[in-house]
């Protein structure tokens, strides 16, 4: 049971991880695979950030930062490691852009062939 | 860190991941994947990382969502059913994920275990950011201080990922005049009540707005004492006229913000990042070295000029990511047309 709680969150995003990369390749629709390549990415966030989990630590802001208690000693294992949550918060953003990026060309996409399905997509490309 | 809501919530996100993949209606899968989001947030939030939490919640469960029903809204919303047969590529892919995933399982035995205090990825430089940053920085904030000072670099070019994002949009949709492209579909993919106009909805968003824009400008300029920042305040700002567009008409958004405004203020957000870089270089010290801004700032000391200087950048970063999200919801809601959205 120890080593369930453990390693749990990995496991979850391995299993995030297959779920996302057997949309990519297998699905026929291309929002379906932009949503698996999303799920992909989020994948990759919940790994780094249970890297980032301490027990018994606090969220990463220091309490009374500018009070009376500013000259207490700060110990690194009282705050959660703030490094990955850094990394990931601009990660998060930069996904939306450049799911807006993938939407675009899925509407481009659209606009030329009138469906997004790929195998409808590649017989239109391949008799024009 | 309670595990048994860590447990909870992870089997929630698998499921809500393997139903936004099977699920066959396009509008339904946009939906539950901002259920999955949302329920990352509480993940994050549940890990003691509240920034991300922030970010995931106005990002992910909500310009997200708004992206992915505008995509879905403007092309077809039913995956065809022919195409159900393709077993082979099915399979390959099923056998390709399972590899793969099989690979990560065997990884997983070596790593340290979930909050694990001594796990060496709080070890070295992380020790350093959490101690030092009252002392270097006056900013309580650990996020805030590492993401636009310690790590000020990455952040700029984020920030330039996001604008470059933006011009990427608007050069693959943009048609000038609404002339129609050799495919152009016939209206929406169903029957919708486009520009039908709601009191209700319109009232409400037209009061909440103004709030929602200043809860943004609170969150900007509070990111150094509470969760918060440029980003995050970006987005809502950038929510709050996505609202408008939505409620109402996409002209009611670009009468508030015109197209050429937007791109010049995803301009000037970068601009200002950098600037203050450069500024910093003109006064004698490394770029983005926010200490030698004490001789431009009365009253600021080496340490709170640095933290003054991040407050700039993190406006900076708002404004752009702000113009980035509506010129972007702006060009997929209307398929580059800019004349109704939704």
């Given amino acids: ?128 | 860190m309670i595990w048994q809501l860590d447990l909870f919530i992870l089997g929630m996100i698998v499921v809500c991941a393997l139903a936004s993949i099977m699920v066959k209606d396009l509008m339904s899968a946009a939906i539950i994947f901002g259920a999955y989001s949302f329920l990352m947030c509480l993940l994050w939030t549940e890990m003691g990382s509240v920034d991300v939490a922030f970010t995931e919640a106005p990002v992910g469960a909500g310009v997200g969502t708004v992206f992915f029903i505008a995509a879905v809204f403007r092309t077809s919303r039913h995956v065809s059913r022919r195409s159900e047969g393709r077993l082979g590529m099915k399979f390959l892919g099923l056998l390709g994920a399972f590899m793969t995933g099989l690979l990560l399982m065997t990884g997983v035995h070596d790593f340290p275990g979930w909050a694990d205090p001594n796990s060496p990825a709080s070890q070295h430089v992380s020790t350093y950011y959490i101690t030092k940053t009252i002392e270097d920085t006056s900013v309580p904030n650990i996020v805030t201080s590492v993401l636009a000072d310690y790590r000020g670099f990455d952040t700029m070019f984020e920030t330039a990922v996001i604008f470059t994002a933006g011009i990427a949009v608007t050069l693959i949709l943009r048609r000038l005049g609404g002339g129609g492209g050799s495919h152009s579909v016939s209206g929406p993919a169903y029957t919708t009540t486009a520009g039908y106009p709601d009191t209700i909805i319109r009232f409400i968003s037209r009061q909440l707005v103004p709030f929602m824009q200043l809860y943004a400008l609170y969150v900007v300029a509070h990111g150094h004492h509470s969760p918060g920042g440029g980003f995050q305040g970006g987005v809502i700002l950038g929510a709050s006229f996505i609202l408008l567009g939505i409620s109402y008409d996409l002209k009611t958004t670009l009468n508030r913000i015109s197209e050429r405004a937007n791109i010049a203020l995803g301009n000037l957000g970068v601009l200002i990042y950098a600037g203050i870089g450069v500024v910093c270089l003109l006064l004698g010290a490394n770029f983005l070295d926010y200490s030698a801004l004490s001789k431009l700032l009365p009253g600021a000391t080496e340490i709170t000029a640095r933290s003054h200087g991040m407050l700039g950048i993190e406006i900076g970063v708002a404004i752009a990511v702000m113009a980035i999200m509506v010129s972007i919801y702006v060009n997929l809601a209307s398929h580059g047309k800019h004349d109704e959205g939704l």
């Fill in chain 1, 1 to 128: 049971m120890e080593y369930l709680i453990s390693k749990f969150n990995y496991w979850v995003y391995v299993a995030l991880m297959m779920i996302g990369l057997y949309a990519m390749i297998s699905k026929n629709n291309l929002v379906k695979k932009v949503i698996g390549m999303s799920i992909f990415q989020t994948a990759i966030i919940v790994f780094y950030v249970s890297t980032g989990a301490k027990k018994g630590a606090t969220i990463p802001i220091i309490a009374h930062g500018h009070g009376e208690a500013a000259e207490a000693v700060i110990e690194a294992s009282q705050y959660v490691n703030p490094l990955p949550h850094v990394l990931m918060l601009t990660a998060i953003v930069v996904s939306v852009a450049t799911l807006g990026v993938a939407l675009a060309i899925i509407l481009g996409i659209h606009r030329k062939y009138g469906t997004l399905e790929e195998d409808e997509i590649m017989e239109k490309v391949r008799q024009p």
